[in-house]
C-alpha cells in the first residue's frame, strides 16, 4: 500500500501508523496505537532484563575482622541480589599474620552463608586457595525463596552503594598490608595546620643540634 493511503487508513481509524521494521526491504509498517505499542516494549524489555540478572555474578568482599556494622552492610546487598536471581561470589583474603589464624576467616564465611539461608544455597564448600577463602552462592528458586526483608528494592541504587562500599575496602587494603609485604602496614600521621606531623619527636629538637 502507497505510504500516503496508510497514513489516511490510520487516521480514519484513530490510530497510528508505526514502521516496526526499517531494515526490511521493502519497511514494514503497522497500523496500531502507538501508546499500546510503547507499553508492550517496555514490558518485554523487562523481562529481558530480569533474564540477564540470572546470569550476572556480583562479589562480596569479606575480612577476618570484619565490622558488625559492614557485615550488615554486606549481608543486605548479597540478599538483595540473591533476590534479584543474581549468583553472589564470596571472596575474604587473608592479610599478613592473618594466615596464622584461618579458622576466623572460616567462621566469618560460615556466619554470611548462615544468614543467607532462604535466599540461597553454596555450591560447595567454601574452599581456602592461596591466600583467599572463596564460595559461590547460588539463588533460590522463587518458589522456595523467602521475600526480601527490606521489601522491593532499587537494585541499580544497590550495585552503586555495592561499588561505593567495596571501593572503600580497597582504599583500606592499600593503606595495610600488600601481597608483596604482608606485614607492612602504613601509618598515616595527622598533620598540623603549619604542615608538621603532630607527635613528631624531631619537633623538639633545636636546630643548632642538628647541624654539623
Known amino acids: 500500500m502507497p505510504t500516503p493511503d496508510a497514513i489516511q487508513l490510520a487516521r480514519r481509524h484513530g490510530v497510528d501508523l508505526v514502521e516496526v521494521a526499517p531494515n526490511a526491504n521493502p519497511p514494514v509498517c503497522r497500523i496500531i496505537d502507538y501508546g499500546k505499542y510503547r507499553y508492550e516494549l517496555s514490558k518485554k524489555e523487562k523481562e529481558a532484563k530480569k533474564h540477564q540478572h540470572s546470569n550476572k555474578v556480583k562479589e562480596i568482599q569479606l575480612r577476618p ?3 558488625p556494622h559492614d557485615f550488615t552492610i554486606k549481608l543486605n546487598h548479597a540478599i538483595d541480589f540473591l533476590c534479584e536471581d543474581m549468583k553472589v561470589k564470596i571472596s575474604l583474603r587473608f592479610r599478613g599474620r592473618e594466615m596464622a589464624h ?14 543467607c ?6 555450591d560447595a564448600p ?3 586457595v592461596g591466600r583467599g577463602l572463596g564460595v559461590m552462592i547460588q539463588p533460590l528458586p522463587k518458589t522456595k525463596r523467602k521475600p526480601n526483608p527490606r521489601g522491593k528494592v532499587n537494585i541499580e541504587e544497590t550495585e552503586a552503594a555495592h561499588t561505593k562500599h567495596e571501593s572503600k575496602d580497597e582504599q583500606h587494603d592499600e593503606d595495610g598490608a600488600t601481597p608483596e609485604n604482608p606485614d607492612k602496614v602504613k601509618i598515616k600521621g595527622k598533620k598540623k595546620d603549619d604542615g608538621d606531623f603532630q607527635n613528631n619527636p624531631f619537633d623538639k629538637l633545636d636546630e643548632s643540634d642538628v647541624k654539623n
Open 65 to 67: 575482622s570484619i565490622d
Open 102 to 115: 584461618k579458622e576466623f576467616g572460616f567462621q566469618t564465611v560460615e556466619r554470611f552463608l548462615k544468614e
Open 117 to 122: 539461608e532462604g535466599f540461597g544455597t553454596a
Open 126 to 128: 567454601p574452599k581456602l
